[in-house]
T-cell receptor, first 117, second 114 residues
Framework: AQKVTQAQTEISVVEKEDVTLDCVYE???????LFWYKQPPSGELVFLIR??????QNEISGRYSWNFQKSTSSFNFTITASQVVDSAVYFC??????????????FGTGTQLKVEL | NAGVTQTPKFQVLKTGQSMTLQCAQD?????MSWYRQDPGMGLRLIHY???????DQGEVPNGYNVSRSTTEDFPLRLLSAAPSQTSVYFC?????????????FGNGTRLTVT
């Protein structure tokens, strides 16, 4: 069975600090997809990034960057120069295909990030 | 473009009552799904559909029914509500049934069963 572990339940930082959210996954599939979602206090879930198992290039989008390492089964998320608006719960997820089509996202339990002034 | 619309936003039920959570998407997505979110457990898949007329069970389907008569709508029915079904429910859709399509989520329905 697939599993996603986000060991950091809650992280508190002061604005402008860098912060890394850890994600470790388990899967037997050779082709899989990893995702990060953000859930701000308003409650909606916002897609941030997708990475497939064949693409280990790191990605940077503004203050956000992602480090994917198959060797350690990790897909970590770094926010540079954090801001109060980054305060949210962040979920890492792993896509598992169903035999008959469709897929299931296995979510980690989330990391609550609090950015304070 | 409304995306994924869920109604109602909040609902309180008594044990044994039934109700339907509505979900509609206007993106012509083939894949739709329902998740529930509980504290400390992330999101868990209840039911999903890969197209109109096709539904299947996810990880936690007991106590819930779904149907998919149109591409746009994917309602979730609670047959006889129980306190264990107190949760936040999210409907989600994606343009393809393959695993690489990101999910677009609705804003959620917060359900309390007393």
């Amino acid at each position: 069975a697939q599993k996603v572990t986000q060991a950091q339940t809650e992280i508190s930082v002061v604005e402008k600090e860098d912060v890394t959210l850890d994600c470790v996954y388990e899967t037997r599939d050779t082709t899989y997809y990893l995702f990060w979602y953000k859930q701000p206090p308003s409650g909606e879930l916002v897609f941030l990034i997708r990475r497939n198992s064949f693409d280990e290039q790191n990605e940077i989008s503004g203050r956000y960057s992602w480090n994917f390492q198959k060797s350690t089964s990790s897909f970590n998320f770094t926010i540079t120069a954090s801001q109060v608006v980054d305060s949210a719960v962040y979920f890492c997820a792993l896509s598992e295909p169903f035999t008959g089509g469709g897929n299931k996202l296995t979510f980690g339990t989330g990391t609550q990030l609090k950015v304070e002034l | 473009n409304a995306g994924v619309t869920q109604t109602p936003k909040f609902q309180v039920l008594k044990t044994g009552q039934s109700m339907t959570l509505q979900c509609a998407q206007d993106m012509n997505h083939e894949y739709m799904s329902w998740y529930r979110q509980d504290p400390g457990m992330g999101l868990r898949l209840i039911h999903y559909s890969v197209g109109a007329g096709i539904t299947d069970q996810g990880e936690v389907p007991n106590g819930y029914n779904v149907s998919r008569s149109t591409t746009e709508d994917f309602p979730l029915r609670l047959l006889s509500a129980a306190p264990s079904q107190t949760s936040v429910y999210f409907c989600a859709s994606s343009y393809a049934i393959s695993g690489d399509s990101p999910l677009h989520f609705g804003n959620g329905t917060r359900l309390t069963v007393t």
